[in-house]
């Protein structure tokens, strides 16, 4: 086991469900998940944080979206939700962040809420494509589509927060 994953066995339920809380912005997920320490390796802590992700209520989805920013705006702020989110959407051309706004807005007027995609390592391009092609999908497919891109990116950031000891 790495240190900083024993050091995350060690914090108060508390800090735990702090940080798990910049992951996934689901005080759900981060209670299962917090409760289910100690972990004895990375890999069956992001497996219990996928688990967990994939099982919320949908509720507790819509709770963790809205911590993220659109997709192609700039997030504000200086904690370190914000400063992932800038890194995870660095592949945004600033020439497509019109057409990403108005992808979003079509999106949240279909679906009702924000267009959720793991940016890391996509261009603008690709993330407006994945848009277009998700705005075909019925309610119940892209709610499932939702979960698997918060679980991507929980486990991104999950393994963040593990790697830098937070």
Known sequence: MSQTLAAFNARSPAEAEAGLLSCCASTAFAGEVAARRPYESLDRL?????????????????????????????PAGSGREASWSRREQSGVEDDLRAALAEGNRV????????????????????????????????????????????????????????????
């Open 46 to 74: 992001l497996a219990a944080a996928r688990a967990a992700v994939l099982a919320l209520g949908w509720d507790d989805v819509l709770e963790a979206l809205s911590a993220h920013p659109r997709i192609g705006e700039r």
């Open 107 to 166: 999106y949240e007027e279909r679906f009702g809420h924000v267009y959720l995609v793991c940016a890391t390592g996509l261009t603008g391009a690709q993330m407006l494509d994945r848009l277009n092609e998700r705005l075909g999908n019925d309610e119940a497919r892209e709610r499932d589509v939702v979960r698997g891109e918060l679980a991507a990116i929980t486990r991104l950031r999950l393994g963040r927060l593990i790697e830098e000891g937070a």
